[in-house]
């Protein structure tokens, strides 16, 4: 739960700064 909290808020501070989240989420791949 801690580590989807994490990547929600970075999807979140991505989304403000409008780079891609593939830098961000390496779970997902």
Known sequence: SI???SMEKNRL???LN???QANVSPIRQ
């Open 13 to 15: 501070c991505f989304q």
């Open 3 to 5: 580590i989807r909290e």
């Open 18 to 20: 409008g780079k891609p």
